[in-house]
């Protein structure tokens, strides 16, 4: 017959809750004032507000309300000796300030919304007093937010529980090393001797406390001391966990809750930093530090000395975790610029983990920019996420477009919110796919999105399991430490080479389409804004201009530039782009106004300044107060032109109510307003294979991050034409035409253009849909078994078929400014001023436009937008048809001011620099880091191996090599002002020269 201990199995769990229930035993109920504000107030301005007694059971504010809640009691005479504690919850968040005002442990509803499988998410216990005297007085400040870790307005808002509790710390510890044990019994193989003698002591606690908690408690945790002393053997894997609190800096919140998140969640790691000498805790994103040290500068100071102790790791080499998909080359760079600098003038340490745990995809250009910013490695989680296929390694060799490689590492739980307990650890033993070559890997601990970070359970547990048998070995360190170890054995990796492909979330690619335009308009301004002052000699407000990139790259966090926010994060973000782009547009004004002042314009009667900050010379048409200009600009160059006098169209294009021509196309309008026809004049081919730009309307019922995967199966809706009118404007053949779908209407000018091959899409849209999605199509006659994207730094392929499941997963694909579908003889490209998300088949171009999903953000772009979009049929394939120099083109338009006709001692003309090889490309001219000359970033964009010379028309006395960081410099050779280079395929360059 069985042992009768097996009978007692079903209870354990019941005794469990029955001492967790038991271990704080509320003595009195404290006083509880609130003085409420719809807005967070500093400590000195705490008694400002709505002042309110607030009794337990009483609701005290509405969602997004904050307070200041004063308690006050006094520990009664019964409790002298005992450990007082006191038992907090508000329904919402809290953060527990000392009389200095400083924040000094975090707070969290008990029910607040998580996976409680990866641990116990509310802090509702405040440390008092170890030993008690009794009556001693309870005056306590606690700033609260009616709000709990992922923006749920819980209970309604009451004060649950307030009060002063007796802590039964010896049945704390009981509870702890029964649950551990517990927990492990319940992984192993129930006929192996571990789980038996496991089980055997369990039933053994759980007989003794079937009558009753006694008053000594050591005896039975003598009864569970053997099993948890119990050592495994020489171990195959070894686990190094660190405490995290993955922030984000919003999401279910506004940008304002996320400091006080960050102070609630690192006042607790400091707090339980004392209570438990072994833990480790790792934080990431400057920005997350720069609010501390403005907002907290005492919690900053603290957080200094664990970081000089080595208790406490900064991570991550970026200013916040950006999404890698929508920012630019040159915005990735910065964020590494202004992450290392930070750590590095803070903390006097050079990060070189790149870390991203959740990302929604990662850019094939990556890996470069990583290599040549000195980091070597890279961490994340988030491609455990994927739908279709599982990626195949948690341990490789990640090789970008170039070559470049990185180590990488993904911790194989799938997750950064590890509960640490021995579930967790053996589901990382039993998950990791590279075991066999590798014998460790990383456990991120904590209570992470929302923050609060690792709480006592996490910490309870890994006390017990740093070497217990049945369980792989954990060490707690940081995981810097643990990739220099990892990367011993290199050569033992596998390589994956390309993007890392989210199977999720291409919805990303399109929601919040107002602030992905923003961000373009603001890479692209900030750009001609430092290179036209490091080229006139321009010297600018450079704190002001690091403020506006840092508050740029704030807006790139991986849950606001994708669009996965909430209302309020876009109200204010697009207020502040708003104003940013015009103050930068402003300073480039302003600065290029005073600079044409020194110009010798007295020649001219209406001048006007034309710039042209592309490397390649420009012929384009411009509209200089109200004349038509054909203006032929150098690269790099800026010229002085005569505005009075407008240019004649040597081949005017024409226009009727269903056709546009220019020197290049024939466009022909069907009945219903869409493209029937481009015909290529000068190649004798017919684009179009069927009706294009039809501005489809799909059903569209996903959320802000998921297109649905069978939404092509259903038939679209389509906008109605209801006017259309054609237009000759001197170079210019325009369609005008007005479309209306439902509550939305939409207004698109297609333009053909005298000499160019562009066919522009300009468009306005009123956007009040909800659940669609707006898209437009190109059927073309090119056939191509992969579509060439653009991306940062370069291009990638993609394939077109979907012959396995990989093809499959990528039914949406992000490129940046265009996208081409080429044959050896003849391309087609879309191109784009701040669209990201296309689909494509061998002869379909298709862009994903606007959505509208009504979650986190229930009127996520309902809202005007305007955006332009090109076809632009080429000869050859995207190289041989400049398809890269067109898309710079769309969105680096020439730009035209007048100015006064006067004396001046600069050249009405210039051109600082050109490059004589059409793959390079120009993408930065900017004020070095240190002020010591000028940065100039080149990179080749066609996947060649070429050989280019740089030639300045500037007087350049030294020249150096430098990485991104513009940290290490190699000497350049300078002869006749050119510097010869050599490219690599999609090699970055960068180049300080010093001028005389």
Not at 444 to 458: E, K, Q, R, W
Not at 609 to 629: C, D, G
Not at 892 to 904: N, R, Y
Request: net charge negative; aromatic share 10%; with cysteine.
């Amino acid at each position: 017959m069985p042992y009768l201990h097996t009978k007692s199995k079903p209870m354990l769990q019941s005794v469990l809750s029955q001492m967790e229930k038991q271990i704080y035993t509320p003595i009195s109920e404290l006083r509880a004032t609130a003085w409420v504000t719809p807005e967070p107030v500093p400590f000195e301005e705490r008694e400002t507000g709505k002042e309110e007694t607030i009794a337990i059971g009483q609701s005290w504010g509405a969602l997004w309300d904050c307070a200041w809640f004063h308690f006050q009691g006094q520990v009664p005479e019964s409790a002298q000796g005992q450990e007082i504690v006191l038992l907090i919850d508000l329904s919402g968040e809290g953060c527990v300030f000392d009389a200095d005002g400083n924040p000094i442990l975090g707070l969290t509803t008990q029910s607040s919304v998580f996976a409680f499988e990866l641990g116990q998410p509310g802090k509702r216990v405040v440390p008092f007093l170890e030993r008690a005297a009794g009556n001693e007085a309870v005056d306590l400040w606690v700033e609260a937010g009616n709000n709990d870790l992922f923006g749920n307005y819980q209970d309604n808002g009451v004060l649950k529980e307030a009060h002063i509790a007796i802590c039964n710390r010896p049945l704390f510890d009981l509870y702890h090393d029964f649950y551990v044990l517990h927990d492990l019994m319940t992984c192993l193989p129930e006929d192996s001797a571990r789980y038996h003698s496991i089980l055997v002591a369990l039933a053994a606690v759980a007989q003794h406390l079937a009558d009753g908690m006694p008053e000594d408690i050591q005896p039975l945790r003598d009864l569970l001391a053997p099993e948890l002393a119990k050592q495994g053997g020489t171990p195959s894997l070894q686990i190094s966990a660190i405490g995290h609190a993955h922030i984000d800096l919003a999401w279910l919140w506004p940008l304002r809750e996320t400091i006080r998140k960050g102070a609630r969640t690192f006042s607790t790691v400091l707090d339980m930093m004392e209570r438990y000498p072994d833990y480790v805790f790792g934080a990431s994103q400057p920005q997350l530090y720069q609010w501390m040290k403005d907002h907290y500068p005492a919690l900053y100071e603290r957080i200094k000395v664990k970081i000089a102790e080595g208790r406490w790791e900064p991570q991550g080499a970026m200013w916040v975790e950006p999404d890698t998909n929508v920012p630019s080359g040159e915005a990735l760079i910065r964020q590494i610029i202004y992450g290392k600098r930070f750590f590095q003038q803070e903390f006097d340490m050079d990060i070189r983990v790149l870390w991203l745990p959740d990302v929604f995809g990662y850019s094939g250009a990556l890996p470069q920019i990583l290599k040549r910013a000195n980091i070597d490695y890279f961490m994340t989680q988030k491609l455990s996420w994927n739908v279709f296929n599982t990626f195949p390694h948690h341990t490789f060799v990640w090789q970008g477009i170039d070559g470049s490689e990185v180590l990488a590492h993904m911790p194989p739980e799938g997750t950064y919110n590890s509960a640490a307990e021995p579930h967790s650890l053996l589901d990382t033993e039993q998950k990791y796919l590279d075991k066999g070559v590798s014998d460790g890997c990383l456990v991120l601990y904590g209570i992470g999105d929302g923050g609060g970070g690792p709480g006592t359970s996490h910490l309870e547990a890994l006390k017990r399991e740093r070497n217990l048998d049945g369980l792989p070995p954990v060490t707690q360190e940081w995981s810097a430490t643990f990739f220099e170890r990892l990367a011993q054995k290199m050569d033992r990796y596998k390589t994956w080479t390309g993007e890392l492909y989210l199977e999720r979330h291409q919805g990303t690619y399109t929601t919040q389409a107002r602030n992905k335009r923003y961000n373009r308009k603001m890479e692209f301004a900030l750009r001609d804004l430092e290179l036209w002052a490091a080229l006139t000699g321009t010297s600018l407000p450079r704190q002001d201009v690091d403020a506006i990139w840092q508050e740029m790259l704030l807006y790139q966090f991986h849950d606001i530039l994708p669009g996965s926010s909430i209302t309020r994060v876009y109200e204010e973000s697009v207020l502040r782009y708003e104003q940013m782009l015009g103050q930068v547009e402003q300073l480039t004004r302003d600065m290029l106004a005073t600079f044409a002042q020194s110009l010798d314009t007295s020649s001219f009667n209406a001048p006007a300044w034309v710039s042209n900050s592309l490397s390649w010379e420009r012929s384009e048409w411009l509209k200089v107060n109200e004349k038509w200009l054909h203006v032929t600009t150098p690269p790099m160059s800026y010229a002085v032109i005569e505005a009075d006098a407008p240019s004649p169209v040597t081949s005017q294009p024409t226009a009727t109510a269903t056709q546009l021509e220019n020197d290049h196309y024939i466009v022909q309008f069907d009945e219903l307003g869409t493209l029937a026809s481009i015909y290529d004049k000068t190649f004798e081919r017919e684009v179009l294979s069927s009706t294009g730009n039809i501005l489809a309307v799909y059903e569209d019922h996903g959320d802000a991050w998921d297109i649905p995967y069978t939404y092509r199966e259903n038939t679209p809706a389509r906008f109605t034409l209801t006017n259309s009118e054609s237009v000759v404007d001197g170079p210019q053949a325009i369609m005008k035409q007005s479309w209306a779908f439902g509550e939305s209407t939409l207004e698109q000018q297609i333009i053909l253009t005298a000499g160019s091959r562009r066919i522009d899409f300009v468009t306005t849209v009123n956007w009040q849909e909800e659940h669609k999605m707006l898209r437009t199509s190109f059927p073309v006659t090119v056939r191509s078994n992969e579509a060439i994207c653009d991306i940062q730094f370069g291009t990638i392929s993609r394939p077109t078929h979907r012959n396995t499941s990989w093809d499959v997963a990528r039914h949406e694909i992000c490129a940046h400014k265009w996208l081409d579908l080429s044959q050896p003889d003849y391309g087609v490209a879309l191109l784009n001023d701040c669209k990201y998300g296309y689909y494509v088949e061998p002869s379909l171009l298709d862009l994903n436009l606007l959505r509208s999903p009504t979650y986190p953000d229930p009127v996520a772009d309902r809202a005007s937008h305007e955006f332009t979009y090109a076809l632009y049929p080429h000869t050859g394939d995207h190289i041989v048809g400049s398809v890269m120099q067109a898309a710079y083109d769309l969105n680096v338009p020439l730009q035209a001011q007048s100015i006064t006709s006067h004396d001046g001692s600069a050249a009405s003309d210039a051109a600082y620099l050109t490059v004589d090889s059409p793959n390079i490309i120009v993408e930065t001219i900017k004020p070095a880091e240190n002020d010591q000359g000028l940065i100039i970033r080149l990179y080749e964009s066609s996947g060649s191996s070429v050989k280019a010379s740089l030639n300045l028309n500037l007087s350049v006395v030294e020249a150096w090599l430098t990485d991104l960081t513009e940290a290490t410099s190699d000497p350049l050779d300078v002869n006749d002002q050119a510097i010869k280079l050599t490219f690599t395929p999609f090699e970055i360059k960068t180049i300080r020269i010093v001028l005389d």
